[in-house]
């Protein structure tokens, strides 16, 4: 892959975006992760009117490295940053939820997921009235491994207007990032959602992007590790299409 070439056009294509839209500009999630910072790099390429919003909800890691790294690329490609600390939204919400989530639940680990999975929700609602307010679109971050995978919340961080880098494999990522010359604290350190203290994405997964991305280069991969790329993949696909709707009825 032509690396500069690649970048050129995904730039042409944002302002192609803003042009047909009318928009104003562009808001996205900054977490400090290499997601959201190629895709605040390649919008603020595109456009001056581009918002990195740092929205800390019930993890330390949010508070500490995740905001700073977020910092630090904002200002080294020039984007404004704002803070929405979404804590006390959480903690209204889960105490709203009374006992509720307490019933018919399989396991205490699926009451966990359904709490965390409350982060990116409430996320990409603030993006959505911060974009809404201002006339933005609201940028997605997700790669080409993660979308596959089905690495994402459904209606959480699954939810934007475009995205710059859904095509790309992490490795992609990585290169696109030191074409741009992306500050090293953010490239090396573990990609992370950053859902809870000592959360990386690997760990959860089980899998390696390495081996994701060799999976989708078409490479030759562990057999193990195949079945369990391709049971997750299987598993996505009610996360890129549409609900069903009835089709109305018939005579």
């Not at 939204?89 to 009374?98: N, Q, R, S, W």
């Not at 090396?188 to 089980?206: F, I, M, R, V």
């Amino acid at each position: 892959m032509d690396i500069q070439k690649s970048i050129n056009q995904r730039v042409d294509w944002i302002k192609s975006l803003l042009q047909s839209t009318g928009a104003k500009g562009i808001i996205y999630g900054n977490s400090g992760g290499k997601d959201c910072t190629l895709v605040g790099a390649l919008c603020k390429l595109a456009t001056d009117n581009v918002i990195g919003v740092i929205m800390p909800c019930n993890s330390s890691l949010n508070y500490g490295q995740d905001r700073d790294d977020a910092l630090i690329a904002g200002e080294f490609y020039g984007i404004k940053q704002v803070q929405i600390d979404l804590s006390k939204v959480k903690d209204t919400l889960v105490e709203a939820f009374g006992s509720n989530l307490d019933e018919d639940m399989n396991s205490e680990h699926s009451k966990k997921m359904a709490l965390v999975n409350c982060n990116p929700r409430l996320r990409m609602t603030t993006l959505y009235a911060l974009g809404q307010a201002k006339g933005y679109l609201v940028a997605g971050t997700g790669n080409k491994d993660e979308l596959a995978l089905g690495y994402f919340t459904k209606w959480g961080d699954g939810g934007h207007d475009f995205n710059p880098i859904a095509d790309l494999n992490v490795r992609e990522v990585y290169a696109h990032l030191r074409a741009l010359n992306c500050p090293s604290s953010i490239i090396d350190k573990a990609p992370s959602a950053g859902l809870y203290p000592g959360q990386t994405d690997e760990q959860e997964l089980g899998i390696k992007y390495s081996d994701v991305d060799d999976y989708l280069d078409g490479k030759e991969i562990d057999a193990e590790v195949k079945a369990k790329i391709e049971k997750s993949i299987k598993g996505a696909m009610h996360k890129h299409t549409m609900p069903p709707r009835f089709g109305g009825i018939k005579d």
